[in-house]
């Protein structure tokens, strides 16, 4: 079991690495060790303007597990995730791009607007 002040060195870190601070910082740890599916709302959060097709098409390719594991490791995000004891310390890719995709859901669950999440996305380099 982490101690509070281990959950709340986590999600400050968090915080400063996606430049997004939590009202409900449960979301923030949520999101370190479970899968929110976002691949649709990438959608949504193309450039205003964007032609559908073409944001359709950026959301496909940068919405795979391949693409967000490895911009969650060129970020450090492994270092933050809450792991079930069983794998005994070790993070998959796959646990970090789901990682990567729940901290954005986190951000729209905890009611961020278009900016805020738009400046998340940026941080974690899906934009």
């Not at 450090?76 to 995730?81: D, K």
Request: proline fraction near 2%.
């Amino acid at each position: 079991m982490m101690s509070s002040s281990d959950k709340a060195q986590r999600i400050s870190s968090v915080e400063a690495l996606i430049g997004y601070d939590f009202t409900n910082k449960d979301l923030c740890l949520e999101a370190l060790s479970t899968k929110v599916p976002l691949t649709r709302r990438l959608q949504g959060w193309i450039i205003t303007g964007t032609p559908t097709h073409v944001g359709n098409s950026y959301a496909n390719d940068i919405a795979t597990n391949t693409s967000l594991m490895a911009l969650g490791k060129a970020r450090g995000l492994g270092t933050f995730m809450n792991l079930n004891p069983s794998l005994r310390g070790s993070v998959q890719g796959s646990q970090i791009a789901d990682a990567v995709e729940a901290l954005v859901g986190a951000v729209d669950c905890d009611g961020g607007d278009i900016d805020e999440k738009d400046g998340v996305m940026v941080a974690l380099g899906l934009l």
